[in-house]
């Protein structure tokens, strides 16, 4: 079965912190995602990657930046938290004929 | 407007009634069409695929799509308390595209 581990389940942090959440995904897929998800906002998507080293920005960037040093991992940075960033944050590979996406179990951040 | 309606909920049934969950779309050029299932607390899951037209089903769960009126329905038959989760509605167009638009989520809660 394909795994996507996100390293923190729930995260505490105060305003001006910097924030890394991790993704590490155990199926080879080129393609790695993350999204916040918020009620009635449901899923947006912050970055992309395609590969180790490319990255692109989805709908939502500002505030936000992303590593991809290793196939596996994808990393998501919060140079400086602010309030407006607490949320779920889902990190997913793509993979398989159907290019569905796997999800790890989210990162609850909250900023104070 | 949204490129993806869903309605929210929440959606309250008793055990066994039949459920019936529905998005629309705006951009006919989508051509792949999915549903996840996410459970509280947890990722989503890919729970039914579709490629473009018609109906598929697995088990109790019948996705259907219908590209003109630009429809997409999930219907579960003989609901369990276990089926109680979120469901997304998700879409993409063909091609190499990554990018997965959602729904922002029904909120299902079977009754037992």
């Known amino acids: 079965d394909v795994k996507v581990t996100q390293s923190s389940r729930y995260l505490v942090k105060r305003t001006g912190e910097k924030v890394f959440l991790e993704c590490v995904q155990d199926?080879?897929?080129?393609?790695m995602f993350w999204y916040r998800q918020d009620p009635g906002l449901g899923l947006r998507l912050i970055y992309f990657s395609y590969d180790v080293k490319m990255k692109e920005k989805g709908d939502i960037p500002e505030g936000y930046s992303v590593s991809r040093e290793k196939k596996e991992r994808f990393s998501l940075i919060l140079e400086s938290a602010s309030t407006n960033q607490t949320s779920m944050y889902l990190c997913?590979?793509?993979?398989?004929?159907?290019?569905?996406?796997?999800f790890g179990e989210g990162s609850r951040l909250t900023v104070l | 407007q949204k490129e993806v309606e869903q309605d929210p909920g929440p959606l309250s049934v008793p055990e066994g009634a039949i459920v019936s969950l529905n998005c629309t779309y705006s951009n006919s050029a989508f051509q792949y069409f999915m549903w996840y299932r996410q459970y509280s607390r947890k990722g989503p899951e890919l729970l039914m695929y579709t490629y473009s037209s018609g109906n598929k089903e697995d088990g109790r769960f019948t996705a259907q799509v219908d590209k003109s009126s630009k429809y997409i329905s999930l219907f579960i038959r003989d609901s369990q308390p276990s089926d109680s989760a979120t469901y997304l509605c998700?879409?993409?167009?063909?091609?190499?595209?990554?990018?997965?638009?959602f729904g922002t989520g029904t909120l299902l809660a079977v009754q037992p």
């Open positions: 998700a879409m993409r167009y063909g091609g190499a595209t990554n990018k997965l638009i």
């Open positions: 199926m080879d897929h080129e393609n």
């Open positions: 997913a590979s793509r993979g398989g004929f159907t290019g569905e996406l796997f």
